[in-house]
């Protein structure tokens, strides 16, 4: 099989696509022909070194995808040929992949692999950042960064379901018109005076912020209601700022972490989960931007193009 391959780490140079072996399946493993590949900014992690690979060189990078059946291993449950996806499995940049049984999400009919592919990873992260790292209540002020990324225009229209009020954070006048399309009430750009703004328009403070950036956590916090919330689930800005310690305790103030591989922990954690998201789809109440689509043998164009944050929607790699 063909894949997209790394033997150091670096810059997009350090891509390879070249013939590898067919992955060998053990005994709780299924053989997915993939059909999309989500990339992520894990990814680029990995591929420079900060985040560390699974297997032996030359590595295959990535984690989620979609495609079929080739191959059920005796898996009765699953058929040649019927269409899953998965948001937590090693070595996704490849035509094929072993999958554990309990890692296989069947896809219904109205979502597509590119849908599937799109929304694994970013869907399930805003669902339980939604429901486990803080649980939405209705009539709530929720402040979300980067407003118009991949897991950002999934929390604005996750909120809005759960009936909270939404401000939206972005650094361009094109993100922001894209964050209020999606149902945001309030959209501030990083170049303006952002969380003076967020005070005028919620004087209390807000009851949850979503934090992805890290050095921005001091504003975060400076929004924060007394005994509101910030959830810290990245760090695009590379480092976390605090700010005074004893100023959030004095306020009562709540910094919690969230990793979704804390929570996808069964099978039946994935099934429940990614159902909910599914449902949203089909129903309407979420839009899932239209992707950016690479051959998987352009790997070193996607990653360039992620890298370069010229998307406002998910980047594919489809196999050759």
Same mark, same amino acid.
Not at 40 to 59: I, K, Q
């Given at each position: 099989?063909?894949?997209?391959?790394?033997?150091?780490?670096?810059?997009?140079?350090?891509?390879?696509?070249?013939?590898?072996?067919d992955?060998?399946?053990?005994?709780?493993?299924?053989?997915?022909?993939?059909?999309?590949?989500?990339?992520?900014f894990?990814?680029?992690?990995?591929?420079?070194?900060t985040?560390?690979m699974?297997?032996?060189?030359?590595?295959?990078?990535?984690? &989620?995808?979609a495609?079929?059946?080739?191959?059920?291993?005796?898996?009765?449950?699953?058929?040649?040929g019927?269409?899953?996806?998965?948001?937590?499995?090693?070595?996704?940049?490849?035509?094929?992949?072993?999958?554990?049984? &309990?890692?296989?999400?069947?896809?219904?009919?109205?979502?597509?692999f590119?849908?599937?592919?799109?929304? !694994?990873?970013?869907?399930?992260t805003?669902?339980?950042?939604?429901?486990?790292?803080?649980?939405?209540?209705?009539?709530?002020?929720?402040l979300? #960064?980067?407003?118009?990324g991949?897991?950002?225009?999934?929390?604005?229209?996750?909120?809005? /379901?759960?009936?909270?009020?939404?401000?939206?954070?972005?650094?361009?006048?094109?993100?922001?018109?894209?964050?209020?399309?999606?149902?945001?009430?309030?959209?501030?750009?990083?170049?303006?005076?952002?969380?003076? =703004?967020?005070?005028?328009?919620c004087?209390?403070?807000?009851?949850?912020?979503?934090?992805s950036?890290?050095?921005? !956590?001091?504003?975060?916090?400076?929004?924060?209601? /007394?005994?509101?919330?910030?959830?810290l689930?990245?760090?695009?800005?590379?480092?976390?700022?605090?700010?005074?310690?004893?100023?959030?305790?004095a #306020?009562?103030?709540?910094i919690t972490?969230?990793?979704?591989?804390?929570?996808?922990?069964?099978?039946e954690?994935?099934?429940?989960?990614?159902?909910?998201?599914?449902?949203?789809?089909?129903?309407?109440?979420?839009k899932?931007?239209?992707?950016?689509?690479?051959?998987?043998?352009?790997?070193?164009?996607?990653?360039?193009? !992620? &890298?370069?944050?010229?998307?406002?929607? =998910?980047?594919? !790699?489809?196999?050759d």
């Amino acid at each position: 099989m063909k894949a997209l391959t790394l033997s150091s780490f670096g810059s997009s140079d350090v891509l390879t696509y070249q013939e590898v072996n067919d992955p060998i399946l053990q005994r709780n493993e299924i053989l997915v022909e993939m059909k999309t590949i989500g990339l992520n900014f894990a990814d680029l992690m990995r591929r420079s070194g900060t985040y560390p690979m699974r297997g032996n060189a030359p590595y295959i990078n990535g984690f &989620e995808g979609a495609g079929i059946i080739k191959d059920n291993n005796g898996h009765t449950e699953f058929k040649i040929g019927d269409r899953v996806a998965f948001a937590d499995v090693p070595f996704a940049n490849a035509d094929l992949v072993a999958v554990p049984f &309990e890692n296989l999400i069947p896809l219904p009919n109205e979502i597509s692999f590119e849908i599937a592919a799109s929304i !694994m990873l970013q869907g399930l992260t805003a669902h339980f950042l939604t429901s486990d790292s803080h649980q939405i209540k209705e009539g709530e002020t929720v402040l979300i #960064h980067a407003a118009a990324g991949g897991v950002g225009q999934l929390l604005i229209q996750v909120c809005k /379901i759960l009936g909270a009020k939404v401000i939206g954070l972005a650094s361009s006048e094109s993100k922001k018109q894209i964050a209020l399309s999606l149902g945001a009430d309030n959209v501030f750009l990083y170049s303006q005076d952002w969380s003076a =703004k967020v005070v005028e328009v919620c004087p209390d403070g807000v009851d949850v912020v979503y934090e992805s950036i890290g050095t921005t !956590m001091e504003l975060s916090l400076s929004v924060t209601k /007394i005994l509101g919330k910030v959830v810290l689930f990245g760090l695009a800005g590379g480092k976390l700022e605090l700010g005074n310690p004893l100023w959030i305790i004095a #306020h009562s103030k709540t910094i919690t972490g969230g990793d979704l591989w804390n929570y996808l922990t069964s099978r039946e954690e994935r099934l429940k989960r990614s159902k909910v998201f599914f449902d949203w789809i089909i129903e309407g109440k979420i839009k899932v931007a239209a992707p950016t689509i690479f051959k998987l043998s352009e790997g070193k164009k996607a990653h360039d193009f !992620m &890298e370069g944050r010229h998307s406002t929607g =998910k980047v594919l !790699m489809i196999p050759d």
